[in-house]
């Protein structure tokens, strides 16, 4: 089973995001609202189009067809027909991966420090 860092209250909203990325790169709200929504459209488009999206070190989305099958509802035993579906994946990066195992790294060192557990 897998744990997550974050907790409910711990989520960066778009609105959120967008006043972030505007502050970090000064630029307005509003033509950094235009940039992540052109983006998010483009990205959109070209997955509905069958190609996938790269971004070297942070990481990559691509559809990928599930096909159809044939299920169990636990509460009747009685067997449904699931047919094919086209889901959107991600695959990380090195770059993203590695920040990220490094914030885990030195969260299990900060809860294991004889410091922090007095």
């Known amino acids: 089973m897998f744990k997550t860092l974050s907790s409910e209250g711990e989520k960066m909203k778009k609105a959120e995001f967008i006043q ?3 502050e970090d790169a000064g630029l307005s709200r509003k033509d950094t609202t235009a940039v992540i ?3 998010l459209a483009l990205i959109t488009k070209t997955l509905v189009n069958g190609e996938s999206v790269s971004f070297i070190g942070f990481g990559a989305f691509s559809t990928i067809i599930r096909a159809a099958r044939k299920t169990k509802v636990p509460q009747t035993n009685r067997v449904v027909d699931v047919p094919e579906t ?3 994946k991600f695959k990380t990066g090195k ?3 590695e920040a990220v195992a490094k914030k885990l790294d030195n969260k299990i060192k900060l809860e294991t420090s004889p410091i922090t557990n007095k």
């Open 86 to 88: 086209i889901n959107v």
């Open 95 to 97: 770059n993203l991966k």
């Open 20 to 22: 972030r990325v505007a």
């Open 37 to 39: 929504e052109a983006s």
